[in-house]
């Protein structure tokens, strides 16, 4: 396999009812101690770690769906090459703020699917 999926997210209007839900089917520890309320899942042993949160904003405008990111060196290059392949970029490279450095970039695929990027 190329580059490693390493992390997904789960976005929906209602995020407390998806954390429980999810949490509920999956015996999932979901944690929302943080400023925003977002949920995330470490795994216990195998897998990876995840994400549940609300769209928030104006709903037309929100991402609802399942996003998983792809651990690449060079997030611009690798959005650069997918709008080559038909993709669109969703989101330039962004450091996400009270997380140490994690960078996210996001595009759409041909079809509309939205992918997540990390720089790793």
Do not use: C
Request: charged letters at 20%; zero cysteines.
């Amino acid at each position: 396999m190329g580059k490693p999926v390493v992390h997904f997210e789960v976005i929906g209007r209602d995020a407390p009812k998806l954390q429980k839900f999810y949490g509920t089917l999956f015996d999932w520890n979901v944690d929302t101690s943080n400023p925003g309320g977002y949920g995330t899942i470490t795994p216990e042993s195998a897998g990876m770690d995840g994400g549940i949160g609300g769209g928030g904003g104006n709903p037309q405008d929100a991402s609802y769906g399942v996003t998983f990111y792809v651990q690449v060196a060079d997030l611009k290059a690798t959005l650069d090459k997918a709008e080559k392949l038909g993709g669109k970029t969703l989101m330039p490279p962004t450091e996400i703020p009270g997380t140490g450095g994690v960078t996210l970039a996001a595009f759409s695929d041909p079809e509309g699917n939205r992918i997540g990027l990390t720089k790793g």
